[in-house]
Every structure is written in C-alpha cells, then in structure tokens.
C-alpha cells in the first residue's frame, strides 16, 4: 500500500463515520448494517500493517474526533504532536506496515 491508496481509504472512512454520526443523531441507527464492512475494512488493515499500526488508524479514525467535538491529541516520546492530519498518521504507521 502506497501513500495515495492511504489516503483515499482513510478519507472515505472519515466519510462513512461522519455519515453514520449525522444519521445516528436523526435516530437512524446503522451499526448492524455497517459493521460487516467494518469487519472486511479492519481485516485488510489487519493484512497491511501489525497491531500497533491498525491501533493507530483505529484511534486517529474513532478515537481522535472527541464527543465534545474537540479533537484529542497524541504526542511521541518527546511531546511532539502526530497522528494529526493524514501525512502525519502515515508517518506514524509507516514502520508497522507489513511486508
């Protein structure tokens, strides 16, 4: 997986969780239909990176956008933000990819 198909697969999951979000608050629930794609999605992430990578795709994707709508933050080991944009997940993730 190259930085493109990265970002497209990131950016239409952004999509979908925004989606389902907006629907949820007008009381339509689609977890039980969403949750097959979400089981395909996480096993081709699982088959393109190690655990720690997928965490940090899990987190910038569902744990970053906080409930107060405050984005939640992560630094590295020296208190440098990543995980920020795209760009930065990727760099953060790149040394967990699977060859």
Not at 18 to 28: D, T, W
Request: one cysteine or more; glycine letters at 6%.
């Amino acid at each position: 997986m190259d930085f493109n198909q990265f970002k497209i697969i990131i950016e239409s999951l952004e999509k979908l969780r925004e989606r389902s979000h907006s629907l949820y608050q007008l009381g339509v629930d689609l977890m039980n239909y969403d949750e097959t794609y979400h089981i395909v999605i996480s096993t081709l992430i699982e088959s393109c990176f190690t655990e720690d990578g997928k965490g940090w795709i899990d987190w910038y994707l569902y744990e970053r956008p906080g409930f107060n709508g405050k984005l939640n933050l992560a630094t590295d080991e020296n208190g440098n933000e990543i995980c920020h944009n795209i760009e930065s997940l990727w760099e953060t993730i790149k040394p967990y990819r699977k060859q």
